[in-house]
């Protein structure tokens, strides 16, 4: 005789559905004396087509949001290399005026060094 996994997930429920479906083709005679309902495996067939197609809507949703995440990490990765690239020839090409310099630098930097600048000794 068949054994029905004892796993709770998701997963496991379609296929568990079919084994007790083919259960009860396979033994209608013990299931009869039983008083047991014979639609009822019909129903258990259907819900795991049904369960295995929304298993696979979801699976195949989960990817596209994993693929999504993909793309806007790389979009961003390339965003920051740009700026970045940007701000150094920006801190390059004004080294000698201090007011567009400081646009070229982040502010954390210049608090960071600021704080963080030894007192020059005379």
Known sequence: M???KKHRDNNSLAPNLLALVNIAKNNPPLL????YDIDQTEQAHYLSHKVSEY?????????SQYESKL???RAYTLLYKRMNNIR?????VFHNN???YKQYVS???REYNTSNRKPKTV
């Open 2 to 4: 068949t054994t029905i």
């Open 107 to 109: 502010e954390y930097y």
């Open 32 to 35: 009869e004396r039983i008083n």
């Open 71 to 73: 793309w806007r990490d």
């Open 55 to 63: 298993l696979a809507l979801v699976n195949v949703s989960n990817n």
């Open 88 to 92: 150094v020839c920006g801190q390059y």
């Open 98 to 100: 201090k007011k567009k």
